[in-house]
């Protein structure tokens, strides 16, 4: 596992830029409107199965090992989530927010899949530095893939993408000129980037002192045991904290409006 946070967090942007290239375009177009000030990364994703060896409590040691300490559970019931998140002592560390399928409650056909998938993996492996950021370790067909994503998107995500943060998040709290989220958007949009709509283009609001929005993820080639596809990869997210009564502000997420986000990823 890495021992620096910056390694780390190094790694999983370069990964992500590899396969995001939409996020690059934004980190510029948003780095020349904060007066070339450099970005700040409110929170990633990664995700999971609920499988052990690589089950979040598994992966998140990556995380706990420099210090971040879990610091909320979600769920997601109709998508067959759970989730936490883990923050770090030193609040300009981002936040990380993991998620996890809960696979014995899918068909009998899906869990096969996922548990053909996953015990190809030498477990060992999660305990590497490079893990978090590592992608499939599987072979994976597309008549598989195809299988998983009429029951979930988040399964056939994993099952072509594997190990990755699925998006990275610009505070809009640290922005130098555009201070609100719509402004935000109003500008991807007018840049011809397309922002996910699922529940609203904003989800949430400062009555529960979180406001995001994110891109619809970008199209990349995934190379199956059989054939190559193109598919949604990874986006680019966006969210703006309120304060709580005491002045300080929201640092937790909303179950609500991360359902919606996690459609940023879906086929269609």
Not at 3 to 26: C, E, R, V
Not at 207 to 236: E, G
Request: aromatic content about 12%; hydrophobic content about 40%; charged content about 15%.
């Amino acid at each position: 596992m890495h021992t620096d946070i910056n390694d780390l967090f190094t790694g999983l942007w370069q990964d992500y830029l590899a396969i995001t290239p939409s996020a690059n375009k934004i980190h510029s177009l948003l780095k020349a409107h904060n007066q070339q000030a450099e970005l700040v990364n409110d929170h990633i994703a990664l995700r999971t199965f609920a499988i052990p060896g690589i089950a979040v409590n598994d992966i998140a040691k990556h995380f706990t090992v420099l210090g971040y300490v879990q610091s909320g559970e979600y769920d997601f019931s109709s998508k067959k989530l759970n989730a936490w998140h883990y923050q770090h002592p030193d609040p300009n560390q981002p936040k990380v927010f993991i998620s996890e399928l809960k696979v014995n409650e899918l068909s009998t056909a899906s869990q096969a899949i996922i548990h053909a998938m996953v015990d190809t993996m030498d477990f060992n492996v999660v305990k590497s530095a490079g893990f978090l950021y590592s992608g499939t370790h599987w072979q994976v067909s597309e008549a598989d893939y195809r299988t998983l994503l009429c029951e979930s998107e988040y399964a056939a995500w994993m099952a072509a993408w594997g190990f990755r943060a699925n998006h990275f998040t610009v505070s809009v709290n640290h922005l130098n000129s555009l201070t609100e989220l719509s402004a935000v958007n109003t500008l991807l949009k007018s840049s011809g980037f397309t922002l996910n709509t699922a529940g609203g283009e904003i989800k949430g609001n400062e009555s529960v002192c979180l406001a995001q929005s994110s891109t619809m993820a970008d199209m990349m080639p995934v190379q199956f045991s059989d054939n190559t596809v193109t598919l949604p990869s990874c986006f680019y997210e966006f969210a703006q904290r309120f304060p709580l009564p005491n002045g300080q502000l929201y640092q937790g997420f909303v179950a609500a409006s991360a359902d919606k986000i996690f459609e940023s990823t879906n086929v269609n």
